[in-house]
C-alpha cells in the first residue's frame, strides 16, 4: 500500500513538473506542439520578457550558461487559414523587406520617384495585406509612395489574363506606359506568386516601360 | 491542471460529439461541433489579439504624442481598419472605437477624427476602361470627395495582421488629392511573448515606462508577508456521547515565498484559543503550499494552494478532557472542580486546500490527523484512508499584509 501511495505521489510531481514542458508528450499532443512558436533567448532575456516566470540570472554567475526556450502560441492554428495564405503572411514582414531592398538597389535615388505598388494573388484580402506592407514599408523608409494603384482598360485586363505570368506582367508594363498611366517619375512596384502551387512572393519592377524581376 | 481541464474538454466534446451523430446519424452533425469548437477557440483568441491591437493602437498614438504626424489640429477621415485575414468585422469595431477614444483623449497627436461613411460603402464607378466595384476606401474620387465634405484633406487607414506569434500594425496617412501620397507610415509589431501592457488611455505612456509599471506591481508583491488567520477546528465525535467542541484559533506569522513564481510558499504561524471556563491554548504551525491553479500565482485571478503542514497543539482547561485516552470520569470531574483543569499536549498533521485573491485574501479547508490520539474515545474519525485517519476537520479565514 506504502509503496503505492508513493508511486502515485511521485507520477504526480513529475507530471506536474512537465507542465510546462512545450514539446509533444504524454500532456501535450503533437498538433498543440506544432501551433507554438519557440525561440531560445538568454536568461537576462527571459526575465526582462517573463520576470514573474523566470527569475532574475544572477549578477555574478559562473559556470553553464543558462538559456530558456520562449513559446508562444500561434494566433492562426494550423488549419485555420489556407497553408499558402498562412506561409505568405506568416513571412510577410521579412519578404517584404528583402523585396523592397531589391527595388530600392534597382533605381537610382535621384530623380526622387513616386513609388506605386500592387499584389497579384488569387485572395483579394490577403492580396491587399501583401500591397499595404510593401507601400507602409517604403513609406516609413522614407521613399515617396502613393495610394493610388495604375489601372489599365478592362480589354487589357481580358488578354493579359489568358498570357502567362512571365510575358502578362512586361506587357503590362508596357501598357501602362502607351496609356499614360505611369510617367518618367513613377516607377511602379508588382508583387506576386507566379504559380499558383507556390508559397513564396516574386516581386518586379515596371519603370519606362520596361519589365524587371526583382524575384 | 491545465492537462485535467483540457481531458475533462476532450471528453466533454467527444461526448457531445458522440451524441449528435447519433442523434443526427449524418456528417452535417460533426460539421456543427466542429465549428462551434471552431468559433469557441476563435473567441478566445480573439480577446487575446483584442489585447494586443489595444497594445499596438496605443504605442502608435503615444508616437504621435511624442512626435505628432501634422504640425496643427488636422481633421483626418479613419478610411479603413482593417483586421487580420480571418477575423470578422466584431474586432474592427472594437479597434475603431479604441483609437476613436485614444484619439479623443490624446489632443496633442494633432489628430481630429472625422466622419465617412463612403468610405466603407461599396462603390460602383463607370469609366471609360470599365467599371469598377469596390470599397469607397479603395476608390481615390471617393476618398477625395469625402474629404471635401468633411474638409479633411487626409485619410488615416489601419490595417492589423497576424504574422506567426505577433500581431502587426500597419498606419498610413494619405494625402487626398489625385496622387494619394503617402504622408505618414508606422510598423508596429508585438514581440513575441510579451504580454500586452494595457495602458490607461488618458495617460499614455512609452512601451518602456508601462513594463517598469508592470516590474514595480511584481515587485510590491513582497518576498515576505505576514499572514493573519482566524479558523475553527472540529472534532469528530468519537463513539461516546461526549461530544467534542469546537475550537476558534486566532494565529499570526510569516509567509515566504520560495520561488519567483510564488508557486511554492512557506508558512509559519503561531496562534491561540479561549474559552471563558472552558480552554485555553496555544499552537505552533508550519505549512508548505504548492500553487495548482496554474504555474505562477495571479494578480487578477484567484490562485488554489494545496498544503501540508504539522502543528503542535497546547490544550489546557476543561476541554482538554476530550483529548485524554480515557472518558472524562468523575474523577476527572472533581479534580476539575479543585481547580486541577486537565491539560493535553499533541502533534497534528495537515492536509488542505486554500483559495488566495490577489495574494491578500484568502480562505481554507483542511483535515488533520492526530497520531497520538488513536485512544481517545471522545474523538472519532472523519476519513479513514488506511494509513491513517483524519480526526479534525478546520476552516480558516486569512488576510495577508
Known amino acids: 500500500m506504502e509503496t503505492l501511495v508513493f508511486l502515485v505521489v511521485m507520477s504526480f ?31 537576462a532575456e527571459a526575465h526582462a520578457r517573463h520576470p514573474v516566470q523566470v527569475p532574475e540570472p544572477p549578477a555574478r554567475a559562473t559556470g553553464a550558461q543558462v538559456d530558456a526556450l520562449d ?27 528583402e523585396l523592397v531592398a531589391a527595388a530600392r538597389a534597382k533605381v537610382p535615388h535621384e530623380p526622387p520617384l513616386v513609388w506605386h505598388v500592387d499584389a497579384f494573388y488569387p485572395d483579394q484580402a490577403v492580396a491587399a495585406k501583401v500591397a499595404v506592407a510593401a507601400r507602409t514599408h517604403m513609406a516609413e ?34 501598357r501602362y506606359v502607351d496609356q499614360g498611366v505611369l510617367g518618367d517619375d513613377h516607377v511602379f512596384m508588382g508583387l506576386m506568386i507566379v504559380d499558383g502551387r507556390e508559397g513564396q512572393l516574386h516581386a518586379g519592377l515596371c519603370r519606362r516601360g520596361q519589365w524587371t524581376w526583382l524575384r | 491542471m491545465a492537462a485535467v481541464k483540457r481531458a475533462a474538454v476532450l471528453w466533454a466534446s467527444a461526448a457531445t460529439l458522440l451524441l449528435s451523430l447519433q442523434a443526427r446519424g449524418d456528417n452535417q452533425a460533426f460539421d456543427a461541433v466542429d465549428r462551434a469548437q471552431v468559433e469557441t477557440l476563435r473567441a478566445d483568441v480573439a480577446s487575446e489579439i483584442q489585447l494586443q491591437a489595444y497594445d499596438l493602437l496605443d504605442e502608435l498614438v503615444f508616437a504621435w504624442n511624442e512626435q505628432p504626424p501634422f504640425n496643427a489640429d488636422t481633421p483626418v477621415v479613419l478610411a479603413d481598419v482593417s483586421v487580420p485575414v480571418g477575423f470578422g468585422s466584431g474586432l474592427q469595431a472594437l479597434i475603431e472605437t479604441h483609437f476613436a477614444s485614444l484619439i479623443v483623449k490624446n489632443p496633442r497627436s494633432h489628430v481630429l477624427l472625422a466622419h465617412c461613411p463612403q468610405c466603407t460603402a461599396v462603390v460602383v ?3 471609360a476602361k470599365g467599371t469598377v466595384i469596390s470599397r469607397g476606401s479603395q476608390e481615390p474620387q471617393t476618398l477625395a470627395q469625402a474629404g471635401a465634405s468633411t474638409g479633411s484633406r487626409h ?39 510579451t504580454p500586452a501592457l494595457l495602458r490607461s488611455e488618458e495617460r499614455l505612456k512609452s512601451a518602456n515606462e508601462a513594463r517598469q509599471e508592470y516590474l514595480d506591481a511584481l515587485r510590491g508583491r513582497s518576498v515576505l508577508a505576514v499572514p493573519l488567520h482566524i479558523g475553527v477546528r472540529t472534532y469528530a465525535p468519537g463513539g461516546n456521547t461526549v461530544g ?32 471563558p471556563e472552558l480552554h485555553v491554548g496555544w499552537m505552533a504551525q508550519a505549512r508548505a503550499l504548492r500553487l495548482l491553479s496554474g504555474s505562477e500565482s495571479s494578480l487578477t485571478s484567484p490562485d488554489i494552494y494545496g498544503f501540508i503542514g504539522g502543528s503542535v497543539i497546547s490544550i489546557y482547561g476543561k476541554n482538554a478532557a476530550i483529548f485524554q485516552d480515557d472518558l472524562p470520569n468523575l474523577a476527572n470531574l472533581i479534580s476539575a472542580a479543585q481547580g486541577n483543569d486537565p491539560q ?40 479513514d484512508v488506511g494509513l491513517f485517519a483524519f480526526q479534525s476537520l478546520g476552516v480558516e479565514a486569512s488576510l495577508c499584509f
Open chain 1, 13 to 43: 510531481v513529475i507530471v506536474l513538473e512537465r507542465t510546462s514542458d512545450p514539446s509533444a508528450g504524454v500532456l501535450r499532443g503533437k498538433q498543440e506542439a506544432r501551433n507554438l512558436e519557440c525561440q531560445r533567448i538568454s536568461a
Open chain 1, 71 to 97: 513559446c508562444q502560441r500561434l494566433y492562426m492554428r494550423e488549419g485555420e487559414r489556407p497553408a499558402r495564405d498562412e506561409m505568405v503572411l506568416s513571412s510577410l514582414r521579412r519578404d517584404v523587406a
Open chain 1, 141 to 174: 523608409l522614407g521613399l515617396t509612395v502613393s495610394d493610388r494603384v495604375p489601372l489599365l482598360a478592362a480589354g487589357d485586363i481580358a488578354v493579359l489574363g489568358r498570357l502567362p505570368a512571365q510575358q502578362s506582367y512586361p506587357t503590362a508594363c508596357a
Open chain 2, 125 to 127: 464607378r463607370s469609366g
Open chain 2, 155 to 193: 485619410a488615416l487607414f489601419l490595417d492589423f495582421e497576424v504574422e506567426g506569434a505577433s500581431l502587426v500594425l500597419r498606419a498610413r496617412i494619405t494625402r487626398l488629392d489625385a496622387d494619394l501620397l503617402i504622408v505618414h507610415a508606422k510598423v508596429l509589431s508585438t514581440s513575441s511573448g
Open chain 2, 244 to 275: 467534542a467542541p469546537a475550537f476558534v484559533w486566532l494565529s499570526g506569522g510569516v509567509e515566504a515565498s520560495l520561488t519567483q513564481k510564488r508557486a511554492w510558499l512557506g508558512r509559519f504561524t503561531v496562534g491561540a484559543t479561549w474559552s
Open chain 2, 344 to 383: 493535553a499536549v499533541f502533534a497534528a498533521f495537515a492536509v488542505g486546500l486554500e483559495i488566495r485573491v490577489k495574494n491578500r485574501i484568502g480562505i481554507g479547508a483542511f483535515l488533520e490527523t492526530l497520531p497520538t490520539m488513536t485512544n481517545a474515545n471522545a474523538i472519532g474519525e472523519y476519513l
